[in-house]
Nanobody
């Protein structure tokens, strides 16, 4: 049984920075895209960033230029979040695809989801 374990996040004031990490284990397919979605209270899940096995990253429009995603290995990804805004407050979910296709912004394309990590940005 595969598992995605998120770490990091927390509480920061607007303009500050936080990082998230996600480690995947127990999956047979290690060359699949991974990424992050987020969900704020009362809102739908939103694509934050995704990265291919080769390290090509894609970002949601609301975080472009502020967030940077990297892949340390086939099973570990990091998200560096700079210039955080109160509207970035959400639960951030690590995701992983089942196949070898690249990152996409649709929730339905990701078969595996982590438990989520809270990010709170105060004004």
């Amino acid at each position: 049984q595969g598992q995605l374990v998120e770490s990091g996040g927390g509480l920061v004031r607007a303009g500050g920075s936080l990082s998230l990490s996600c480690a995947a284990s127990g999956y047979m397919f290690d060359t699949s895209a991974m990424g992050w979605f987020r969900q704020a209270p009362g809102k739908e899940r939103e694509f934050v960033a995704g990265i291919s096995w080769h390290g090509d990253a894609d970002y949601g429009n609301s975080v472009k230029g502020r967030f940077t995603m990297s892949r340390d290995s086939s099973n570990t990804i990091d998200l560096r979040m700079n210039s955080l805004k109160p509207e970035d407050t959400a639960i951030y979910y690590c995701v992983k695809k089942h196949d070898g296709s690249g990152p996409t912004p649709q929730t339905r394309d990701y078969s595996y989801w982590g438990q989520g990590a809270q990010v709170t940005v105060t004004s």
